[in-house]
């Protein structure tokens, strides 16, 4: 009993294990007789020669199908910081596993992903079903994203992933340049962006050399060069990179000119008088900084109490505190440095400015005129000269006439005036009327004549007649309303 038992236990687990065939049949069958001659089980032998009488299934292999992606390959750009998902979505996969990698711009290839499971963990990479997604993407991502399956030819899908990052700028010439004037002198930087940037240059005191207010191009680097340089380009140059990805950036540089000093007055002649004080001043450029000293009369000056010097960035002054006749003179500022030496002129003088003539040009009377005038002195006025003639224009052949020359003594009020500004006339009789005149002034005071006055047109009033104006010259005998009678009436 306990036999057959462990033989039908051994019938089960041969069916279990799928070991089937004519073997274990003889041996089940084989079993089963041996176990009916106790007179328990009673089988008849399985006889499998005659296949006919049993039909087992046709064993049809099954179709090999290979998988397929049914993404189409891309093209990305993403900005710096930005998110991507590569889709890799296949059909068929099956048992087949999907790996994906990376191959950078420099030719290196990193597996990342063997189906599900990650080489390299990563919180920037991730899997989403056939999908990978990547977090804060990085300029080093840039490059190439395949997908693939180990098949017989290998599947491959690629794409491509494009990082834009804001551009940034670094200078390659020198921080600061020191040149000689009359050299030339190139600033260059370069700018590195995706896309590529533009570069902006100008100038931080304002206006380019070339006269415009910034240059632009496109390229990546670029340089501008001065040429035949002077004290006018100093300055820093600025070079400003943008891609119009995040801020631009910027890199300076500086650009210092040596040359020999430049003396400029910006009064040549200063007019004073004794007792009070004078400043000359001369303005000086020049690199490396310009020595200055200052002369009269072609010797050097030791300032003392009287005469004092004072030097700010450029301008220089000398402090004459109570002028002295002796004071008057010629001053000579001058600048000198390693490039050179410069020197300029100034004068202190105590003669009169020469006069301006403030009159207006149409007299009010027939047969005189007054000429008024103003005059500088810082001592009263002794004299004057007045020229004077009748006035011939160009259209004339007419040569000019005599000057009428005479000296005359101001006005009590007019000389003595203890102000620098003297307000002076002179009425000028036995005029011709509607007559057109020129005149001249000069003045005179303790230290001698003034320069004299521009040449100065007058004319007397005319009497009065149709197409005539009372106040007007002599030389416009006919106004405009006349003018156009007399033409109709000659073209009627």
Same mark, same amino acid.
């Given at each position: ?288 900084? /310009?020595?200055? &000293?200052? #002369?009269?009369?072609?010797? %050097? *000056?030791?300032?003392?109490? !009287?005469?004092? +010097? ?99 003594? /101001?006005?009590? &009020?007019? #000389?003595?005036?203890?102000? %620098? *500004?003297?307000?002076?006339? !002179?009425?000028? +009789? ?63």
């Amino acid at each position: 009993m306990m036999e057959s038992r462990l033989t039908l236990l051994l019938l089960a687990a041969l069916l279990a294990t799928g070991v089937y065939g004519s073997s274990t049949g003889r041996i089940a069958g084989e079993a089963a007789h041996a176990q009916s001659d106790d007179g328990v089980y009673e089988y008849d032998e399985y006889d499998n020669s005659n296949t006919n009488d049993y039909n087992e299934p046709d064993d049809y292999p099954e179709l090999d199908v290979s998988p397929t992606f049914i993404t189409n390959a891309q093209q990305f750009s993403v900005e710096l910081g930005g998110d991507i998902t590569f889709p890799c979505a296949v059909e068929n996969l099956g048992s087949h596993l999907v790996m994906f990698k990376h191959i950078m711009n420099s030719g290196e290839n990193k597996l990342l992903f063997v189906g599900d499971i990650a080489l390299k963990p990563s919180v920037k990479f991730t899997k989403n079903g056939n999908s990978f997604v990547l977090n804060g993407v990085a300029r080093r991502h840039a490059g190439k994203y395949v997908c693939r399956i180990e098949t017989s030819p290998a599947t491959e899908l690629t794409h491509t992933l494009d990082v834009q990052y804001p551009a940034t700028v670094r200078r390659v010439s020198p921080e600061v340049q020191r040149v000689v004037q009359g050299s030339s002198v190139t600033l260059e930087c370069v700018a590195e962006g995706n896309p590529p940037a533009a570069i902006n240059w100008s100038r931080q005191q304002g206006h380019l050399p070339s006269g415009a207010q910034s240059e632009e191009s496109s390229l990546q680097g670029l340089s501008i060069t001065l040429e035949n340089v002077d004290r006018h380009v100093e300055g820093t140059y600025i070079c400003t990179a943008s891609n119009g990805i995040g801020d631009p950036s910027s890199a300076s540089m500086t650009v210092e000119v040596e040359y020999p000093p430049e003396v400029i007055t910006e009064q040549a002649i200063l007019h004073t008088g004794e007792g009070d004080e004078a400043k000359l001043m001369c303005i000086v450029h020049g690199r490396p900084p /310009p020595h200055v &000293s200052w #002369g009269k009369d072609g010797k %050097p *000056i030791n300032p003392d109490y !009287h005469i004092t +010097e004072h030097d700010s960035l450029h301008r220089h002054t000398l402090t004459i505190s109570k002028v002295r006749e002796e004071d008057f003179g010629d001053y000579t500022c001058t600048a000198e440095n390693s490039q050179g030496q410069k020197a300029n002129t100034l004068r202190l003088t105590g003669l009169p400015k020469t006069p301006k003539m403030t009159s207006s040009p149409s007299g009010g009377e027939k047969t005189s005129y007054t000429l008024t005038w103003e005059t500088e002195s810082y001592t009263p006025i002794a004299q004057y000269r007045l020229q004077y003639r009748k006035f011939k224009p160009n259209i004339t052949k007419q040569a000019p006439g005599m000057w009428i020359d005479r000296l005359h003594s /101001p006005k009590p &009020s007019e #000389g003595n005036l203890t102000g %620098p *500004i003297h307000h002076m006339s !002179h009425a000028i +009789e036995m005029l011709e009327p509607a007559t057109d005149y020129e005149a001249t002034v000069a003045v005179e005071n303790k230290f001698g004549w003034s320069g004299t006055s521009d040449v100065f047109q007058f004319c007397t009033r005319k009497e009065v007649a149709f197409g005539q104006s009372a106040n007007g010259c002599g030389t416009n005998t006919l106004n405009m309303a006349l003018l156009t009678l007399v033409l109709s009436a000659f073209l009627s």
